[in-house]
């Protein structure tokens, strides 16, 4: 099936630094989501983008919807040891179905 | 936030017998549930759409009578893996849609089949 184009697809950072990560797409989407995944969980949603242009936060982590409606990036400042995880985005165009990346692992150093 | 249980956690069973997931939601309706399943180390991929009060859409390449999903309310859909085969063994997940299209995921079930 369709995927996003995810990346990077890890990253090995140092607590307190900022990490970035983006997601393109060939198509067009009307919803922008980022979720993340622990080990041997479901995913949980972190940010919905709903506009083009769209920025928002939550707490630590911002992300954009961006003017093509083909790209959204993940941003997260001063990393702390629990945000380790797999970080998916997920567009969804003119149905309820959501297409998903394939993830970007995230390994935080104390 | 929404709140989506799914059961069991982890479920081991013999090669040919027949294993049954639940998804609920929990403090919300969902009209629409859908059934995931992850490989190690990959992304999640859309097994099925569920709708409440009918048939269930599979994805291509998906066996409907292998995996049989029942959506019998508005909160509650099933996902049975019958006649399981090693192969089948996976992280299976589900998820429910609410107002504004976001879909809030399950817990999970991983599945071994002996």
């Known amino acids: 099936g369709q995927q996003l184009n995810q990346s990077p697809q890890s990253m090995f950072i140092q607590e307190g630094e900022d990490v970035s990560m983006n997601c393109t797409s060939s198509?067009?989407?009307?919803?922008w989501l980022w979720y993340k995944q622990d080990p041997g969980e479901g995913p949980v949603l972190l940010i919905a983008?709903?506009?083009?242009?769209e920025l928002t936060s939550n707490g630590r982590l911002t992300a954009q919807f961006g003017i093509t409606r083909k790209d959204s990036f993940l941003n997260i400042s001063a990393s702390i040891p629990s945000d380790v995880g797999i970080y998916f985005c997920?567009?969804?165009?003119?149905?309820?179905?959501?297409?998903f990346g394939k993830g970007m692992k995230l390994t935080v150093n104390p | 936030g929404a709140v989506v249980s799914q059961h069991p956690s982890w479920v081991i069973c013999k090669s040919g017998t027949s294993v049954k997931i639940e998804c609920r939601s929990l403090?919300?309706?969902?009209?629409?549930m859908f059934w995931y399943r992850q490989f190690p180390k990959q992304s999640l991929m859309l097994m099925a759409t569920?709708?409440?009060?009918?048939?269930?859409?599979?994805e291509q390449g998906v066996e409907k009578d292998k995996f049989l999903i029942n959506h019998a309310s508005l909160t509650l859909s099933t996902l049975t893996v019958t006649s399981a085969h090693p192969e089948d063994s996976s992280f299976y997940i589900c998820?429910?849609?609410?107002?504004?299209?976001?879909?809030?995921f399950g817990a999970g079930t991983r599945l071994s089949v002996l």
């Open positions: 569920s709708n409440e009060g009918s048939k269930a859409t599979y």
């Open positions: 983008l709903y506009k083009a242009g």
């Open positions: 403090d919300f309706q969902a009209t629409t």
């Open positions: 198509s067009i989407f009307n919803t």
């Open positions: 997920a567009g969804q165009g003119g149905s309820e179905k959501l297409v």
């Open positions: 998820s429910a849609g609410l107002a504004g299209n976001i879909q809030y």
